[in-house]
């Protein structure tokens, strides 16, 4: 059975760094094909994908968010953490993560987000 | 970016109904297209991926179909559970692009 779970603080100030943990089981971020993702939904707003982290250490970033996010993982602890400098009240939201499958296509790999962690709530507020 | 743009926005159908939701991606993006599931409070389901592919698990009236920039998901014979918020997803090109999403009402 996949798991992930989502953990960090739930208020965070605003011009404060964001870091958040997901934990997971069922599968190895060490396999080939495997990734772990992060989405963000915002209050009355639709998903918003923000960074991606392969199994190689690949490492992939929202375009409007690059200059805020950091992706890592740790494989031995079966996590992955997030990490958004500047937070601002528009931050505010709920924060998933998620497991990356990939299928080999022709000609290109298909992606997919094939299980997800029960989401955090992050408010920005001073 | 690839923009996503689903439509309609939001939904009301009946029990036993049958719905389709379309979304078109503003660049082919082959097949690369995911179908999710969200309620609020929920982990977001995947319903489909590569456009038509169902996700083991899956009610099989769910469908997906399209390649290129225009997709559609149908789902048919609604069921309670079917109620819910629905997102298409590129996953052809960084970033993976969200449609704004479906709400599917209880009419």
């Known amino acids: 059975q996949i798991t992930l779970r989502e953990s960090g603080p739930t208020l965070v100030k605003p011009t404060e760094t964001l870091t958040l943990t997901c934990t997971f089981s069922?599968?190895?971020?060490?396999?080939?094909?495997?990734?772990v993702t992060w989405v963000r939904q915002s209050p009355g707003k639709a998903l918003e994908w923000l960074a991606l982290?392969?199994?190689?250490?690949?490492?992939r970033y929202s375009s409007s968010m690059k200059t805020r996010l950091t992706i890592t993982k740790d494989t031995s602890e079966n996590q992955v953490v997030l990490t958004m400098t500047n937070m601002d009240p528009a931050d505010t939201g709920t924060f998933f993560c998620?497991?990356?499958?990939?299928?080999?296509?022709?000609?290109?790999?298909?992606?997919?987000?094939?299980?997800w962690g029960q989401g955090t709530l992050v408010t920005v507020s001073s | 970016d690839i923009q996503m743009t689903q439509s309609p926005s939001s939904l009301s159908a009946s029990l036993g109904d049958r719905v389709t939701i379309t979304c078109r991606a503003g660049?082919?993006?082959?097949?690369?297209l995911n179908w999710y599931q969200h309620k609020s409070g929920k982990a977001p389901d995947l319903l489909i991926y590569s456009a038509s592919t169902l996700q083991s698990g899956v009610p099989s009236r769910f469908s997906g179909s399209g390649s290129g920039t225009d997709f559609t998901l149908t789902i048919t014979n609604l069921q309670p559970d079917d109620f819910a918020t629905y997102y298409c997803?590129?996953?052809?090109?960084?970033?993976?692009?969200f449609g704004q999403g479906t709400i599917l009402e209880f009419k």
């Open positions: 997803q590129q996953s052809y090109r960084v970033p993976y692009t």
């Open positions: 069922g599968f190895s971020l060490s396999s080939s094909g495997m990734g």
């Open positions: 982290i392969y199994w190689d250490n690949d490492k």
């Open positions: 998620a497991r990356v499958r990939m299928i080999r296509g022709v000609p290109m790999t298909y992606k997919f987000f094939d299980a």
């Open positions: 660049h082919s993006i082959s097949s690369h």
